[in-house]
Antibody, heavy 126, light 111 residues
């Protein structure tokens, strides 16, 4: 059974960099069959896609966060990571990592999040 | 404000049928991007409920069904149960934003 586990500091100071790691067990981040993503949820609010990583090194970022986000992978550790720079209180959220399944349809490749980590709360505060 | 619009809340009595709408545009659902649905129980991570507009992953009861028409999609829940009380989110891909998008979420209350 695939499992994902987020880890990292729960408290980050304003203007600093938020760093989180997702460790995958029961599956491989070096597989060509899946993508890997980060999603966040501010307290009491909805879900926001942050970015996506593919084993080849390709990355895709939410345009609204693109200037501050970096997602990378470490296949030797079966992990992928998120870095978000210059954080403010608006970045306070539960951060989830998730696997993205994909398939081809006549309208193009489709992707969805089929397995999620439990999430980790990151608070931005001095 | 999300590009996928969902009603903030819906409610129904046990045993009843409810539907949750997800309204998009010609740059996402109307462009052929499939819609996927997630259930988020209180204090838990989202769980995949429907993928590819109409498909249920193994283990999801057939009380849950998805549909899509034009620039909108819907999630129907029949035989409502107390355990269905949760937040529900739709998700698709937007070609204008070049990214994956979620609806604002709908809170289902079982009366």
């Amino acid at each position: 059974q695939l499992q994902l586990q987020e880890s990292g500091p729960g408290l980050v100071k304003p203007s600093e960099t938020l760093s989180l790691t997702c460790t995958v067990s029961g599956g491989s981040t070096s597989s060509s069959a899946y993508y890997w993503g980060w999603i966040r949820q501010p307290p009491g609010k909805g879900l926001e896609w942050i970015g996506t990583f593919y084993y080849s090194g390709s990355t895709y970022y939410n345009p609204s966060l693109k200037s501050r986000v970096t997602i990378s992978g470490d296949t030797s550790k079966n992990q992928f990571s998120l870095k978000l720079t210059s954080v403010t209180a608006a970045d306070t959220a539960v951060y989830y990592c998730a696997r993205m399944e994909y398939y081809y349809h006549s309208s193009g490749y489709q992707k969805y999040f089929d397995y999620w980590g439990q999430g980790t709360l990151v608070t931005v505060s001095s | 404000q999300s590009v996928l619009t969902q009603p903030p809340s819906v409610s129904g009595a046990p045993g009843q049928r409810v539907t949750i709408s997800c309204t998009g545009s010609t740059s996402n659902i109307g462009a052929g991007s499939h819609v996927h649905w997630y259930q988020q129980l209180p204090g838990s991570a989202p769980k995949l409920l429907v993928y590819g507009n109409t498909n249920r992953p193994s283990g999801v009861p057939d009380r849950f069904s998805g549909s899509r028409s034009g620039t909108s999609a819907s999630l129907a829940i029949t035989g409502l149960q107390a355990e269905d009380e949760a937040d529900y989110y739709c998700q698709s891909y937007d070609s204008t934003l070049s990214g994956w998008i979620f609806g604002e979420g709908t809170k289902l209350t079982v009366l």
